[in-house]
């Protein structure tokens, strides 16, 4: 059982920054492949961003490529977005997610464990 946990969401304008954390447990973390995904309303789930346990390669949405920037600590079981020059259709429920096999999938079905979502909202 891992335990995922985001934190940083919020209300933001047009343009400006956010950045999202999520905690996972377990003591295989660096292990892991870590992502984000997004959910906005009516809408499926969206990959947006993910990093590889074995050298921290990211891939991104082409929609967020130089404005997002993932990154992880393996020392802290910790992963990071940082979001920038936002805009209002980034507007979601933005989850974080744990590949246990470490497979770099931008597919959600291949992520084992979810964290709840945290809100962004992006007003124009």
């Known amino acids: 059982q891992v335990d995922v946990v985001e934190s940083g969401g919020g209300l933001v304008q047009a343009g400006g920054s956010l950045r999202l954390s999520c905690m996972a447990s377990g003591r295989m973390f660096g292990r892991y492949t870590m992502a984000w995904f997004r959910q906005a309303p009516g809408k499926g789930r969206e990959f947006v961003a993910s990093?590889?346990?074995?050298?921290?390669?990211?891939e991104y949405l082409d929609s967020v490529k130089g404005r997002f920037t993932i990154s992880r600590d393996n020392a802290k079981n910790t992963v990071s977005l940082q979001m920038s020059s936002l805009r209002p259709e980034d507007t979601a429920l933005y989850y974080c997610?744990?590949?246990?096999?470490?497979?770099?999938?931008?597919?959600?079905?291949?992520?084992?464990?979810w964290g709840q979502g945290t809100q962004v909202t992006v007003s124009s």
């Open positions: 990093i590889s346990a074995r050298d921290s390669k990211a």
């Open positions: 997610a744990a590949d246990l096999n470490g497979e770099d999938s931008l597919e959600a079905r291949k992520y084992d464990y």
